[in-house]
T-cell receptor
Framework: AQKVTQAQTEISVVEKEDVTLDCVYE???????LFWYKQPPSGELVFLIR??????QNEISGRYSWNFQKSTSSFNFTITASQVVDSAVYFC??????????????FGKGTKLSVIP | DGGITQSPKYLFRKEGQNVTLSCEQN?????MYWYRQDPGQGLRLIYY???????QKGDIAEGYSVSREKKESFPLTVTSAQKNPTAFYLC?????????????FGPGTRLTVL
């Protein structure tokens, strides 16, 4: 069965600190996609990244970076020099086959990040 | 601007009443989704639709109903059969339901049943 575990329920950091959000997944598929979304206090989920299982290169986008390790089934997310605007709930998700050629998302329970000024 | 709109942002209803949540998108996406989010929980899929006049149950469809008469619209009705309807409801859309199709989300509707 598909499963996504975000073991960190809540994290608090002081502004400018680096922080890593963990994501561990379980899948029987040999090919799959992983996602990260950000949910600010306003409620809307904002897409951050999609990564396929073929590409194990780390990705960097500004202060954000992602470390995908297939050997440990992890797709961790690091924010460098955190800012107050980074305060949000972050969700990791895994694509799941739902039949008839279509795929859905299995979400982790999220990690609430609070950046303290 | 292209995007997904959900209305209303907050909704209060009395127990036993049906209520319909609106979701509209102008992204020209074929697929649309409804999720439920409870405090401290991830998102759980209620229903999804791959194309007009077609929809499929998700993981927690009991007590909910949907329709897809237009490509742009995917309303969700929370019926009186839903035992615990108070939650945050998120609508999403994507070009299709292939694994490369990223889902984009609306701002959500917070439903409180009194």
């Amino acid at each position: 069965a598909q499963k996504v575990t975000q073991a960190q329920t809540e994290i608090s950091v002081v502004e400018k600190e680096d922080v890593t959000l963990d994501c561990v997944y379980e899948t029987r598929d040999t090919t799959y996609y992983l996602f990260w979304y950000k949910q600010p206090p306003s409620g809307e989920l904002v897409f951050l990244i999609r990564r396929n299982s073929f590409d194990e290169q780390n990705e960097i986008s500004g202060r954000y970076s992602w470390n995908f390790q297939k050997s440990t089934s992890s797709f961790n997310f690091t924010i460098t020099a955190s800012q107050v605007v980074d305060s949000a709930v972050y969700f990791c998700a895994l694509d799941t086959y739902s039949g008839a050629g279509s795929y859905q998302l299995t979400f982790g329970k999220g990690t609430k990040l609070s950046v303290i000024p | 601007d292209g995007g997904i709109t959900q209305s209303p942002k907050y909704l209060f209803r009395k127990e036993g009443q049906n209520v319909t949540l609106s979701c509209e998108q102008n992204l020209n996406h074929d697929a649309m989704y409804w999720y439920r989010q409870d405090p401290g929980q991830g998102l759980r899929l209620i229903y999804y639709s791959q194309i007009v006049n077609d929809f499929q149950k998700g993981d927690i469809a009991e007590g909910y109903s949907v329709s897809r008469e237009k490509k742009e619209s995917f309303p969700l009705t929370v019926t009186s059969a839903q035992k615990n309807p108070t939650a945050f409801y998120l609508c999403a859309s994507s070009f299709g339901t292939m694994r490369t199709d990223t889902q984009y989300f609306g701002p959500g509707t917070r439903l409180t049943v009194l």
